[in-house]
């Protein structure tokens, strides 16, 4: 079967026809209830970095004392 211009352009036709026909058959999406932005949960003291002076009043480095239990 020879497919013509003709034929190819009609079958185009009647396929967007279809996508066309389904979008107004489907039902409207419902919109759900809300979700409200949630805040983000931070811990208000600076934490300590690997050099920083430890904590604990050692006098050492974290890594040296806390850091490495």
Known sequence: MVLRDRDISNRFDRSAEKRKQ???DAPEEE???R???VET???EK???GRNDPC???SG???KKCCGSK
């Open 22 to 24: 389904n979008r107004a």
């Open 31 to 33: 919109e759900g209830p």
């Open 35 to 37: 979700i409200e932005p």
């Open 41 to 43: 949960i931070r811990s």
């Open 46 to 48: 600076e934490s300590v």
């Open 55 to 57: 904590p604990c009043g």
């Open 60 to 62: 050492r480095k974290y």
